[in-house]
Structure formats: C-alpha cells, structure tokens
C-alpha cells in the first residue's frame, strides 16, 4: 500500500495540478449548447472576427449565416490560422477534431487541434497503463518520457500510451495506433488492452481552458516485453512498480514530473488495483479528482 504521507501528497499536487478555472468564462455556444469556454482576453480577440463570430457579454455565437458543419469548419479554419500566425496557438498540428457533445455524436465543426484550448472545446483521449505482472507477484507500469520537442509538457514522464482522438477516430482505433507509434505494441497485442472508464479534466492552461475526457486502458504486458518509441514521441522508458508510481504523481519538482493528464490516469489505476487503502486519509477526495464536480466549464455536454 502507498504510504498515507504520499497519499497526501498526491491529493496536494493533482487539487493544485488539475484545479477548476477561476476566471470568468464566457458559453461559447452552438445550436443551444455549450461548445466551449473562453476567458476575457481570448474573447476580446476573437470579437475581432466579426464575421465569423458574434461575441456578446454573456456569450460567443456564430455570426448569422454560419450555421452548417461545413461553414463553421472553414470559418473556424480561418480564424485557427490567423492566431496561429500570431503566435497565440500551441504548435500547428495539422490535425482536427471532431467537436461535439458526445464522443461519436454528430459534430458541430471541426477544429485544428492547436485551437481547441484557446476556445476551450470539449476533446477526447484515449491513455493505456502499460502493466507488467513481476515474478514476486507484484505489479510493475511502464512510464514514458515526453520527448524534448513536444508542443505539450516536454520532457515530462507520461503513461506507456497516449493520445487525441482525432477526427474520424474512434477510442479503439486510438488506442491502436498510439500503442504501436509510441511503444511498439503490435495490433493483436493493443487489442488486448481492457477499457477501464474515464477521467476527466478541466483546468486553465497557458493556450486556454483544456477541457478533456480520457478514455482508461489497462494493457497487461508480457514481462519480457520492452517498449520501443516508432514516432520520436518518447525517448525513454521505465518500468516502475506499481506501488512507486505514487511518489512519482506526487513529485512535483526537478526531471521525473509526471504530466497532470497521465498523473490523474495513474492514480485512478491505483485507486482501481486498491494499491491506496479504502481508509487511507483523503482518499475520498483522491477519487473526486477523477470526476470534477459539474461547475462552470466542467459540466461535459451542457
């Protein structure tokens, strides 16, 4: 069991880590419903496209004639482009998501993904804990190292497997194409992996309001299996014990900081493998922080 010390470390980083927005966020809203939330400032500059969008004070609208998934994807399109060259998007990623209420449910538009945060859509993440049974009879995980050149928390450790669903993606397809792009795990193993629910996160970040729904796979591997990166995505991996992952989600300093989203991911696989005890201190709250609260952003398909 993890030490009732790091449970509470734990608990301190991921509160801090994964806390909801404080600023005051505008509805951006299709047909209805609540697409996205944008702050102040990102509001002001996307007023200045006028002719995409209607940005009042108590929301943000498509501007009159824009009314169709094609329209608003190209509109969308457009404005992406120009805060790109800006230089107030996150790296160009040549690639969209499908923007709905619901993963699979008919999209309103599509949006490069660079542009999801700065107008704070809901997207899609399917993550795999890569486990390993040891001989001792223990449990072990692989964790990934981010590489250096990632648009999104360089450097940091991360789970085995991860990554956006994309547009025209489904969580199965995923899974199986991160599998084998960022560790080498061939598609008769990936298909293995066993889908454990979800997590979700809505937190401010530096590019917008992230505000994601990650889809949990454990995958249990063979103990003479060794990952191996076939993207440039990951440039080290580490098989840890399970019970070592705690301390390291709890780490919040020097080279072996673990990304927030994988962070949440881990501990809800601690939580499930009951490697924190059902009376360990805080524990209830370590399990509200798998599933925020319906609040201002975080009410997911509102």
Known sequence: MIRNDVVAAIRSRLARELAPPRSSLRPFRVDGQVAGWIDPQRAQRLAQFGDVLAVASDGITFAPGIDDFAARTAALARVARALAAEGLLSRWRDERYAIASELGAPPWFELERAAARYVGVRTFAAHVNGLV??????????????????????????????????????????????????????????????????????????????????????????????????????????????????????????????????????????????????????????????????????????
């Open 133 to 302: 049974r040891r001989a001792d009879g223990g449990t072990a995980m692989w964790i990934a190292r981010r590489s250096f050149s990632k648009a999104i928390d360089p450097g940091m450790l991360d789970n085995l497997v991860g990554g956006g669903i994309a547009a025209g993606q489904s969580v199965a397809s995923t899974v199986t194409k991160e599998a084998s792009e960022e560790a080498g795990v061939d598609s008769p193993l990936a298909a293995r992996a066993i889908a454990a629910g979800a997590v979700h996160l809505c937190r401010e970040q530096p590019d917008g309001i992230q505000r994601e729904t990650i889809f949990v796979h454990d995958l249990w591997l063979p103990s003479d299996f060794v990952p191996a990166c076939r993207d440039g995505e990951a440039v080290e991996h580490r098989l840890v014990p399970l019970q070592e992952t705690g301390a390291l989600i709890a780490n919040d300093a020097g080279p072996d900081v673990v990304t927030a989203d994988a962070s949440l991911v881990i501990l809800d696989c601690l939580l499930r493998q009951r490697v924190v005890a059902s009376n360990a201190p805080l524990r209830d709250r370590l399990e509200a922080l798998r599933r925020p609260a319906d609040g201002a952003c975080c009410a997911f398909g509102r």
